[in-house]
């Protein structure tokens, strides 16, 4: 089962190279799903179909799909909410507001990837092409799963353990939760760390979709740094709109600042292949239109083609100790902020933190320094003699 999942900043045809590539993987006889979790609904413009919450076949082995998250939210969520909103309104809140009040903060993002959960799980499809929202929403999304599952194991527990304790006193003031509550966050805690394991498994990975603009480029640098840092490949990267060579004065200086971006690009993202795509006369939709999108941008490749692995984490053990290596690609020194806290490793990252679990080898040592090379950062660990002990 092949996941494919593409993102970019808004506007540099992240909808249409996803469509694209899509078509073109069915055109050679892959069964594939394009489905959406971009609330903008572009999908349905550029494949120039209606879409719905169910897969349509739009062409023989193609399918599209745009999120029903209204529904997904019901299913996964509306037990917590309604325990909120009773909460408030025992308060004197006003009904409205205490609905209002009660939405789940990015929401829409994280359960379309339930929906993305559930349609890789059908086994009705060889490849699910993803269309993320623009950038900034779906590095929090990608965080999220990891975040929430930190959470349910490490507070969650101790949290339903004190409400135990206190429900029989509580119960004669307020109302407090029942099982139920703590079962539907459990359940949603659970499903999103299934959709964890399906996008960071190895037949998963990531493509960026940029235009060769240098804020666009400065962008697409700190999002290469912020999905490694959550543990997500990137195998490869798309540059939409490149504007051709021309003798026209305007034409040749805007392609002349696009060939300083896109050596820029290639030289910071090597080895991931960096393709091209002209800027067209004609805006490509409809599935027909979008499977030559595909080819020019592919040719004769496999579309679906992974590209070159590089390990995002890995330990080794030292004379004195061990060394945790974590890829972060064109991270600085600036940038980058680590802290320890009791079994976690917090790193920070041009504006983005991973709560990171230690090993459990590691969670009995003591971080005796850290360093950037090479695009990894490199933290070293010596054993805590009060929790270490060696073994005869």
């Not at 959709?195 to 603009?213: F, G, I, K, Y």
Request: with cysteine; proline share 7%; charged share 25%.
């Amino acid at each position: 089962m092949r996941v494919l999942l593409f993102t970019g900043k808004g506007g540099v045809g992240k909808t249409t190279t996803a469509a694209a590539t899509a078509g073109l993987a069915a055109s050679r006889g892959v069964k594939t799903l394009v489905l959406s979790t971009d609330p903008a609904h572009s999908l349905a413009d550029a494949l120039d179909v209606p879409l719905g919450p169910q897969p349509r076949e739009v062409e023989p082995g193609l399918s599209a799909m745009q999120v029903d998250v209204q529904r997904a939210f019901e299913q996964s969520w509306r037990d917590v909410q309604d325990y909120l909103r009773g909460v408030l309104e025992r308060a004197g809140v006003d009904a409205l507001q205490a609905d209002e009040l009660t939405v789940l903060p990015g929401a829409e993002e994280v359960l379309a990837l339930l929906e993305l959960r559930r349609q890789a799980a059908s086994g009705r499809y060889d490849l699910v092409v993803v269309d993320c929202a623009p950038t900034g929403e779906t590095l929090r999304l990608l965080a999220l799963p990891e975040a929430l599952r930190w959470y349910v194991e490490r507070v969650f527990p101790a949290h339903r353990r004190a409400m135990r304790a206190v429900r029989p006193l509580l119960s004669r003031v307020a109302h407090v939760p029942e099982d139920g509550l703590f079962e539907a966050v459990t359940r949603l805690h659970a499903e999103l760390t299934e959709v964890h394991e399906l996008l960071t498994a190895p037949s998963t990975s990531v493509r960026l979709v940029l235009t060769p603009e240098a804020v666009v480029v400065a962008e697409a640098r700190r999002t290469l740094t912020s999905l490694a840092l959550y543990g997500y490949r990137v195998d490869g990267l798309v540059a939409n709109r490149v504007i051709p060579g021309s003798d026209d004065p305007w034409a040749r200086g805007w392609a002349e600042a696009q060939a300083a971006q896109l050596a820029r690009i290639r030289a910071d993202a090597s080895p991931l292949p960096v393709r091209e795509s002209p800027y067209a006369a004609a805006e490509p939709v409809g599935a027909a239109a979008l499977v030559v999108f595909g080819q020019a941008l592919y040719g004769s490749d496999d579309p679906l083609a992974l590209g070159p692995a590089e390990e995002l984490m890995a330990v080794r053990r030292l004379v004195d100790g061990f060394e945790l290596s974590l890829a972060l690609p064109l991270a600085s020194r600036d940038d980058v902020d680590l802290a320890r806290s009791g079994e976690d490793l917090v790193i920070t990252a041009g504006g983005h933190r991973r709560l990171l679990t230690l090993p459990s080898a590691l969670q009995r040592c003591e971080v005796a320094g850290a360093r950037l090379a090479d695009g990894r950062l490199l933290v070293r660990f010596e054993p805590d003699p009060t929790l270490w002990r060696s073994t005869p």
